[in-house]
T-cell receptor, first 113, second 116 residues
Framework: AQTVTQSQPEMSVQEAETVTLSCTYD???????LFWYKQPPSRQMILVIR??????QNATENRFSVNFQKAAKSFSLKISDSQLGDAAMYFC??????????FGKGTSLLVTP | NAGVTQTPKFQVLKTGQSMTLQCAQD?????MSWYRQDPGMGLRLIHY???????DQGEVPNGYNVSRSTTEDFPLRLLSAAPSQTSVYFC???????????????FGEGSRLTVL
């Protein structure tokens, strides 16, 4: 089974600064999808960004971007110009040939004024 | 846009009681799944389904049953609740038809279950 590792249980960033959340995964597949989900205190799971493994270009969504290193099996999330509303739990997730997502244990992001 | 609807949002049970968490989606998604979320554990897959009449076990299936009689509904049954099943439960669905949403899971709002 594929494993997803988020090595940072908690991170902190000041407003307007940039923060990077780390994610590594273990797989023997060559074609797969990677995701970052955000879970604010409301508990709702919100898709932040997705990356298809066959695409070499890193995905971006406004202030959110990823650094996808396929050979290193690394998929980090960069949040630029951090805002108070970015405070949440962030989950990295992997989807291979099946349809289930395997999630990491999450990183809690605190944004300070 | 309803998306994925879970009920109830909160429930308290006594050990040994049974209950059903309801999940319905209106996006005509073939794939539906149930996860549980526990502190420090992320989300773990309980059961999933790839279509009506087809279900399979995930990582933590013990103590739970599912069925899929229609495309829209995927209820999760706790047969005899135990304190270890205290958790937040999420239903999620996904299209299997390809396209720009490929792979994305759409989540319900979660159900917090406490077993005393």
């Amino acid at each position: 089974a594929q494993t997803v590792t988020q090595s940072q249980p908690e991170m902190s960033v000041q407003e307007a600064e940039t923060v990077t959340l780390s994610c590594t995964y273990d797989t023997s597949e060559s074609d797969y999808y990677l995701f970052w989900y955000k879970q604010p205190p409301s508990r709702q799971m919100i898709l932040v960004i997705r990356q298809e493994a066959y695409k070499q270009q890193n995905a971006t969504e406004n202030r959110f971007s990823v650094n996808f290193q396929k050979a290193a099996k690394s998929f980090s999330l960069k949040i630029s110009d951090s805002q108070l509303g970015d405070a949440a739990m962030y989950f990295c997730a992997y989807r291979g040939s099946g349809y289930a997502l395997n999630f990491g244990k999450g990183t809690s992001l605190l944004v300070t004024p | 846009n309803a998306g994925v609807t879970q009920t109830p949002k909160f429930q308290v049970l006594k050990t040994g009681q049974s209950m059903t968490l309801q999940c319905a989606q209106d996006m005509n998604h073939e794939y539906m799944s149930w996860y549980r979320q526990d502190p420090g554990m992320g989300l773990r897959l309980i059961h999933y389904s790839v279509g009506a009449g087809i279900t399979d076990q995930g990582e933590v299936p013990n103590g739970y049953n599912v069925s899929r009689s229609t495309t829209e509904d995927f209820p999760l049954r706790l047969l005899s609740a135990a304190p270890s099943q205290t958790s937040v439960y999420f239903c999620a669905s996904s299209s299997m038809r390809g396209g720009p949403e490929t792979g994305e899971l759409f989540f319900g709002e979660g159900s917090r279950l406490t077993v005393l």
